[in-house]
Every structure is written in C-alpha cells, then in structure tokens.
C-alpha cells in the first residue's frame, strides 16, 4: 500500500518535472537541464560506488565518450540511433576497463580512474590532431533546450527506477553482503566479480548517455571541453554529501549543491572559491554522514522526543558516506 | 640527440615530479590524509618565491629557507586546527579516507580563492638561473638540476632519517599500524601532525624550486596534485624512495617517447605506464603487498 | 516496515524539491518593467579554471577598463543625448562549457540584460553564438581565432569576429619568410611544431599548406600535448634540422618555457616565432633586450598615439599593460558597441545592423567591419627595442621592417 503510495508520488512528482519547460523560461530549463544532468550523474556514479564502496573517478571519461560519440555521429544517423551507439560504446569501454581493473582496490581504483579519464582524453586528442587533423567539432542540432531536458529526465527516472530495482532484488542484497564484506561474500558463492563488473557497466552506460544527451547545448566539442575533471569531482561529491548507500542520497547531495554553485557564482563572482570551500569543510564537520542520514536522524528525533520515549537511545544509523566497516 | 642526452634529459624532469611527490607521499602514507589540496601549497611557495623575488630582492635559494619553514607551519596548522578533529572522529580508514577527501577538496578551494584575490588569475614567472649547465655532454638548465638534486638530496635525507633514527622508526610505524603504535607507546597524533608538517614543508620546496622555471597560475594547483599523486601510488603509498623512483621513471618515459615515438603521445604514455604498473603491482613499484 | 516508511517520506520529499525548485525559477523570472534608469550589461566569463589565465589578459581588464572609462564619461550616451549609468551583471562561467551556456540563458532569459559581452575563448564563444543569436543579442566575439568566421555570419547574422583566423596568421608568417628567404637572409627550411589544442592545430593545419605555398620547406612538423613542460627534445630536433626558421604555434606557458630553455641550448634560429604569450607585457620586460627579434602574432603601431595612450589607462586602472594583441581589439569593440548604442539606441537589432555597417572611431583608429569580421589586424609582430611592433602586413600604415636574422642569445 505504501509502496503504491511512494510510487504515485514519484510518478506526479515526474510528471510535474516533465511540464517544467511549459512554464519556465529558458534560463529555469537551462537550470533543470544542468540539475538534472547531476542528478543523474551522481546517482548513476552511486548505483556503482555506493554499494561496492569503489570510489571512481572516470565519470568524465565516459561523459566525454557520450558527447564525443554525438558530435562524430550526428549527422549520420537519428538522433535515438546516436544515444544507442553512445551506449554501445560506453559499454564496450566499461566492459573493457571493468575487467582490467576492478581487482584494484582502495584509493588505487581512485587514482587509476583518474589516470584512466586522462589517458582517454590524451588519446582522443591524439587521434583528432593526426588522424581526422582537427581538434574541436562543431555539432549543430535542429532542437531546443527542452528536448535535452526531457531526453535528461527520462534518463534520471529511469536510473532511479534502476536503484530502485536493484535495492529491492536479489542483486541487492549481494550487493550489500560484497560492500559489507567482500572476503565473506565470497565464500557464500556469489559472483562479486561479475556482480561488480555489471555495476560498473550500468552505471558507466548512464554517465556515458548524460554526456550525450547534453552534448548539443555545446556547439563546439573539443576535449577540454567534455573532459573536464572537474565534472568527475563535483559528481562524486554530490553523491558522498547525500549519502551514496541509499537511493535518494546522491540526489539529495546535488539538488543544494548545484543550487548552491549557481548562487554563489552569481552573487559572489570574486570570493566564489573561498566561499565554497569553507562551506565544503562546513559540511564535512556538521553533516559527517551525509545530509539524508542527517535529515533521517533529525526526524527520527523529532519522533522520538514526541513519543516521549526512553532516552539515550539514540537512533542507530549505520551507514557512512560511503565507506564502513574496518579497513583492508 | 643522443641516448645519453635524453636520458639525462628526462632525468632532470623527473627530479621536478619526484620533489613534488616527496610530500604528499608523506602527508598520505604516515599521515594518513589524502590531500587534494596539495597542489595549491605547492602554487602558493611559487607565488612566495615570486613575491620574495620581484618585491623584496630575495633569490628563491635564500627564499627556500623562508618557504619551507613556512610550508611546515602551514601544514602543521592545517592538521591540528582541521584535520586532526576528523582523525579523531573517524571510526575508521574508509571514513577518514572520504572525509578527508571532501575537506581538503575545500581546502583546495579556499586557498585557491585567497590567490585569486591576491594575484588574480594572470600566468606568472620570473627568469632565475637559467644557465646552461653541462652534465656529460648533456646541456641543461641550471634551475632545473637544482630540483634534481634538491629531490634526491632529501630524499635520500629524509629516507636516512626515517630508517636510521628512533623518531623515524616512530613514524613508519605509525604508516604501517597506527594501532600497534599506540601499543607501544607512539603518540600518533603527534606523528601524524609532524609527518603532514613536513609534507607541507617538502611542498614548499618543490613549489619555490619549480617557479624557477614553470609558469604558474593561481588556479593550476590540481595538476600537480594529480601529478604528485601519479607518482605517489607508483612509488607505493608512504614511500620516499618509490616516490624518488617512479617520478624519476616518469620523467624518462616522457622524454624517451618525446625523442623516439611521437612528442604528442608523451602525456598519454605518462598515463599509460601508470595504469600498466597499477594493474601488475597494484601495491605500487615500492608498496609493500599488503596495506 | 521503516523501510516503506523511509520510501515514502523520500518521496513526499522529491515532490517539495521539484516544486519548491520551480518556485525557485519562477520567482526570479519576473524582473520588473520599471522606468529605464540605467543600462544593463551582463557577461560571464572565466575567472576560475583553465581558462582563467587568458580571460585575465584579454578580457577582463578590458570589460573593466571599458566600464570605468563610461562611468568616468557619466554613462553610455543615448541618441537624444541623455546618458544612462551603466548596471553590470557579471558571473563567472569556471572554464566549463555548460556553465557559460547556462549563465548566458540567464542573462538573456532572467536578467534582462540590455547587452552581453562575450566570454574568453573560441570554444566558449562557439558554445553561447546560438543563443546570442536565439535571443537577438549581437555578439562581438574578440578571443576567437577561427577561419570559418564568414561561414558562422551567415549562420549567425548578428556575430562579429574580431581576431582573424589561422590562415590570415599564416599566410602572413609564410610571406615574410619567403620574402626573408628571396631576400637571401634565411634559406627556405622551416621547424614547426604545435600544441594538441584548438589553437595550434588551427594554425599549423593553415601553415602546411601557406608554407608550401610560400616555396618554403618544412623540414619538421611536430605536435605535443598541451602541458608539456621540457622541451628540450623538441629543440634539439629543429636544432639539427638545418632549418632556420623556428615556429612554435604555442601557449603561454610552453612559450616562456620555449623562450628559457631555448637560451639554455644555445638554440638560435635566425627567425624565432612564438604563439600566445610571447605577446604579453611581461613577457618582454623580463627578457629585456634578449626579446629583440622575437616573432608572434599581433604586434601594435607605437606611432598611434591613442593605443599607446589607451596602454597607459589600462596600466592605471589594472596595474599591468595589456597584451599586444587581442586586448587592445576588445577595447576597440566595446567602443564600437558604445558607439553604435549613441547613433540608433538601445535597439538591439539596430545597434547590430550600425555594427555591421558603420564606421567607427576607435583606439586603433577608424575601424570598419568587412562582412562582420575585423580585418585591419596585425598579423605578425616582432620585439625591436622594447615593444612589439606590427610587420605584417607590410603595406599596413604604420608598419614596421622586420630585422632579421635575429641575434643569437647572449
């Protein structure tokens, strides 16, 4: 019943996010468009690192073989056909990269994530100055912003939709068992490889459509452009300031953050940087496991005062950011 | 150009890596913070070196013993007032680890805003000692073999001193076990302060020698940041021989490709012999097999 | 149990966000309609993130200079003589395309800006050239180097491209090298190599073919990664190329570490040219006499007594002269802009159209649009006694000779 319940409002809530462009101006879809766009990122990036607890960093390679795949296809093939192809390609990469490297563990599938969206950026460069001799593509497409925007939202639902699935599956649950303990997992017969490889997969799928899916709004492709690291970055961050364990936490971290960027880049142009960065350590120290855990915890002792029930029992909340349980 | 010529020619580049890993190797392997605002003390010792140099008339030799005596105090602040809290707190690696990934992100921020209200975002240089030097045939710029052999001086140094002294063996064992160090009396908080102390220090010091000749910008610091880290995980994580290794290797690898293969594949190769090297000790060329 | 609970709450929240979010939108959108007191001109550009180091040399000093010197004059000047102060919104886009995009949107869409002046760069000024065109706002992009700039007026009738394109830079280099080379003080071997970025494959793509043109020979062609730090592979290769002709299609800071370690290797080619960066003021007063004879695009004519006065305005308000090459051409086209908005208003289709078609008295001296593209440029500079001067095109009013070859390092 209350699942219905849960369902319905999430149905309205897309729908009321659907008719969006009817009633904002270019700049509020341009917003939506970069929210989003963020939204989805981040919680693509945690339907991956969020359980498996691998932080990654190639969130902008794949971006930056969406935007690159639209801008060398556009005009050979419809446009759904081009998001096809993108996601091809993001997963051959992913399968590719998966298999190498999910064996690294801790801070060096960080770090090789990192070298590995710089690696492919230098390759693509490499590739455009010797073997096509230009760098920068110019991508001019027939729709508006709202196509993006809707194209963007689909997307989104049909990550959530994914997350959602996934928590309430088998899968889930073995997803749990690998981020709790890997070792034991193990030894109870589930296939972490393939579970994690398939994760990867997805979620590098997802990145890899947002960045063709944005792509457009763009005109002019080059890779400093859509290999931007610091795309990477902010997406990570979103996801670990909401919480990446749980569906809604990456969402929950991106929605103020972004808002949070727009503002302070409009209003406090010189002193942005230093701003952000002090309410960033602002962050970590009064909201240290993620701004849903907080939230929850925050009602749970709403509740809990007005039932006037026994103190110092604490609301339990288990999970971290991202990572518990002793280190390796 | 002969072998010999490249060789020494990418050495000399790779003593510019190794200086600038040297610290972060420290500050993440005894410490225990990974510091992605590394780079911006490395930018904010070449902008002091620059000041020192253009307003007060002070080389960036005399200015390294202002820098990094600064640097050390700078990160022996940083650690006590905002990361020692967050050590403290956290129940353990993993949530540090995030932790002090999100901070020091904001650390990053903020000291790249106070550069940008200082100096503005305009690329800087100074010309100091750029003098040909000729090192077995090999002609190559004088500030630059500074940063060779300032890499190795300390290193090898700092490397004396963490293995043949008591207080040295404190601080490896606080990287190995911060635990069993307690047990045997370490105060690791105190350890850890001192290491990433000295990690801003060593920052300091590549920053002054690298503004002898690289241009900077206030927003550039995350490139050597990346390019510490590069060179800190290859080396393996909390060791300065490895760090010393593997930017010296990296050096050579980009000169070797720019004279023999393709100049614009230089970069690309960087991240390929990083990745290769992950994927067959994924411990680091140095690391010790388990963490 | 909790969990549905959880599920639930979650999403009762989604929907406040989403509809809290279109408040957020809306509210902002409806800027009043009052009585016009001031005119409102908006930009984002790159104060953050890579592209923050050329912003701060073109563009920025510039847009403040400009605003300095109209609030000086009590405003930009209206046809009926009346002047209206100017209201700046100003965001920074942090070198990421989807940024400058949006704050664009935001100018045009929520703003209400009058006017907006472009961002720093090609790419960003190809990324917002929709949308000045969706919205009518005519676009006068200076820090774009392109050769397909008639091709964009068609597509975008209201853009302007001040800064000429790989192939007028060139041809112009290829020209006075073959002239050098007929002239017997080089031969007609020429090293080049370029950065892996929109900049250098723009122009070594346009020098091939100019060079061969030109009956000179390349004799090297090399490309590297942008942030390549050690060059000295690369210089001894055009070292031992017998050529003696060195280009280097290069960014700012390959530029000072070409300059440096060039003078380490004893390198000396009797034409040394050297990209973005080679033109920046300080560039030649750290080197001092040592910059003399050094090539690069741009260049200005000290005999123009306003640009040399306009360097001295910009000294005094930024505390820096502006570079020898696209900062004074900013000025010049924000003086066009202001110029036009005198003669037809703040019409924006009218000022656009006076933009294309009228005759302007600016820092450079009368400038003149040719199909919505500045053409009077200097196209080849060289360092002589302390300033950049203009060479190409020789028959330019104002031009200099080139001396050449230039002397080796001391």
């Not at chain 1, 990469?93 to 998966?98: A, D, K, N, Q, R």
């Not at chain 1, 563990?105 to 001799?133: D, P, S």
């Not at chain 3, 020979?217 to 390549?228: A, C, L």
Request: overall charge neutral.
């Amino acid at each position: 019943m209350k699942t219905i319940l849960g369902l319905a409002a999430a149905a309205i809530a897309f729908a009321g996010l659907a008719a969006a462009p009817l009633y904002l101006g270019t700049y509020g879809i341009g917003l939506m468009i970069g929210l989003i766009g963020y939204v989805t990122l981040a919680s693509a990036w945690a339907l991956f690192s969020g359980p498996t607890r691998f932080v990654s960093l190639a969130t902008v390679a794949f971006f930056g073989i969406g935007a690159y795949t639209v801008s060398a296809f556009y005009e050979s093939f419809p446009p759904l056909m081009v998001l096809g192809l993108a996601a091809l390609i993001g997963l051959g990469v992913s399968l590719l990269v998966g298999l190498a490297t999910l064996r690294l563990a801790g801070v060096y599938f960080v770090i090789f994530t990192f070298g590995l969206a710089e690696l492919i950026r230098q390759l693509v460069t490499w590739y455009e100055v010797n073997i096509t001799g230009t760098l920068g593509r110019y991508l001019f497409v027939s729709y508006g912003p709202e196509v993006v925007y809707w194209q963007l939202l689909v997307l989104c639902a049909v990550t959530f939709g994914i997350g959602y699935l996934i928590q309430r599956s088998r899968l889930g649950l073995a997803l749990k068992m690998i981020g709790d303990d890997e070792v034991v997992a193990e030894h109870c017969g589930l296939p972490t490889a393939r579970v994690k490889l398939a994760l990867f997969a997805l979620s590098s799928v997802i990145i890899t459509l947002v960045g063709a899916i944005q792509a457009p709004r763009w005109t002019y492709i080059e890779p400093t452009i859509v290999f931007n690291p610091t795309i990477s970055f902010l997406t990570l961050i979103m996801a670990l300031l909401g919480g990446a364990t749980r569906l809604w936490g990456p969402a929950v971290g991106a929605v103020p953050l972004f808002l949070l960027f727009e503002w302070l880049s409009a209003n406090f142009p010189d002193h942005y940087s230093i701003i952000l960065g002090l309410l960033f350590m602002a962050i970590v120290f009064v909201l240290p496991r993620g701004v849903l855990d907080f939230l929850e915890g925050l009602t749970a002792r709403m509740k809990s005062e007005r039932s006037r029930q026994a103190a110092g029992t604490a609301p339990e909340h288990g999970k971290g950011r991202l990572a518990e349980g002793e280190a390796k | 150009m002969t072998l010999m010529t490249a060789l020494i020619a990418g050495l000399v580049l790779g003593g510019t890596y190794a200086l600038a890993a040297m610290g972060l190797t420290l500050q993440y392997g005894i410490a225990r913070i990974m510091n992605l605002a590394y780079g911006d003390m490395i930018i904010t010792a070449a902008f002091a070196a620059f000041v020192l140099q253009g307003a007060a008339g002070i080389n960036p030799i005399l200015g390294l013993l202002i820098a990094v005596p600064g640097g050390f105090l700078l990160g022996y602040a940083v650690y006590t007032v905002i990361l020692a809290p967050l050590v403290a707190r956290a129940p353990n690696r993993g949530v540090l680890e995030v932790d002090s990934i999100l901070t020091t992100f904001g650390l990053l921020f903020v000291v790249q805003g106070i550069l940008l209200v200082l100096f503005g975002s305009n690329y800087t240089s100074y010309t100091f000692l750029n003098e040909p030097v000729n090192v077995l045939g090999a002609t190559i710029a004088a500030n630059r073999l500074i940063a060779l052999i300032l890499a190795l001086g300390l290193g090898i140094t700092l490397y004396l001193l963490l293995t043949r002294t008591r207080w040295g063996t404190a601080l490896r064992a606080v990287a190995v076990s911060p635990q069993s160090a307690q047990l045997v009396g370490i105060d690791i908080n105190r350890a850890a302060a001192f290491a990433f102390a000295l990690g801003g220090g060593l920052a300091a010091s590549a920053g002054v020698v690298i503004s002898m000749y690289q241009t900077f910008t206030a927003t550039g610091g995350v490139v050597f940041t990346m390019k510490a880290l590069i060179v800190v995980i290859m080396g393996g994580v909390g060791n300065l021989v490895g760090a010393l290794a593997a930017g010296l290797i990296l050096g050579l690898v980009e000169t070797l490709v720019s004279t023999y293969a393709d100049p614009g594949l230089t970069l690309a190769a960087t991240y390929a012999i990083f990745l290769a090297v992950l994927l067959w000790r994924p411990q680091g060329l140095f690391g010790r097999a388990v963490r | 149990m909790k969990s549905l609970k959880d599920r639930l709450r979650l999403s009762t929240f989604a929907v406040l966000a989403a509809a809290s979010l279109a408040t957020f939108a809306l509210s902002a959108a409806d800027a009043a309609a009052e009585e016009r007191k001031s005119i409102k001109i908006g930009y984002a550009v790159s104060k953050t993130g890579a592209n923050a180091g050329g912003a701060a040399m073109t563009t920025i000093p510039n847009y403040k200079l400009w605003l300095a010197d109209v609030a000086a004059n009590g405003g930009l000047e209206l046809p009926d003589g009346t002047k209206l102060p100017v209201e700046v919104v100003e965001y920074d886009d942090r070198s990421s395309a989807e940024e400058v995009v949006r704050a664009v949107e935001r100018l045009a869409g929520q703003d209400k800006v009058d006017f907006i002046l472009p961002p720093w760069g090609t790419g960003f000024n190809l990324a917002v050239a929709p949308l000045f065109d969706r919205y009518g706002y005519p676009q006068l992009a200076v820090s774009s180097v392109t050769d397909k700039a008639p091709d964009f007026v068609k597509r975008w009738p209201k853009s302007y491209w001040f800064l000429g394109g790989g192939r007028d830079y060139a041809g112009a280099l290829a020209k006075m090298a073959a002239a050098q080379t007929e002239a017997g003080v080089i031969n007609s071997k020429v090293a080049m190599i370029s950065v892996a970025d929109g900049f250098g494959i723009d122009l070594v793509n346009a020098a091939r073919p100019a060079m061969k043109e030109a009956g000179l020979e390349v004799v090297m062609d090399r490309t590297y990664p942008v942030g390549t730090q050690d060059f000295t592979t690369l210089l001894k290769e055009a070292a031992s190329s017998g050529a003696d002709t060195f280009v280097a299609f290069s960014y700012p800071p390959d530029t000072f570490a070409l300059t440096q370690q060039s003078q380490v290797q004893a390198f000396n080619p009797k034409v040394l040219y050297l990209g973005v960066g080679a033109g920046f003021p300080t560039y030649g007063r750290n080197l001092g006499p040592k910059a003399d004879g050094i090539m690069t695009l741009g260049g200005i004519d000290i005999k123009n007594e306003r640009n040399m006065a306009y360097r001295e305005r910009h000294k005094a308000l930024n505390g820096e002269y502006p570079d020898l090459w696209g900062s004074v051409i900013t000025y010049a086209s924000l003086q066009m802009l202001a110029d036009s908005i005198k003669r037809v208003g703040l019409d924006r289709e009218a000022v656009a159209k006076e933009l294309s078609t009228g005759t302007f008295d600016t820092v450079l001296g009368e400038t003149k649009l040719e199909d919505n593209q500045l053409r009077q440029l200097w196209l080849l500079g060289q360092w002589q006694d302390g300033n950049l001067v203009g060479v190409e095109p020789a028959d330019r009013p104002g031009a200099s000779k080139p001396v050449l070859p230039k002397k080796a390092w001391q």
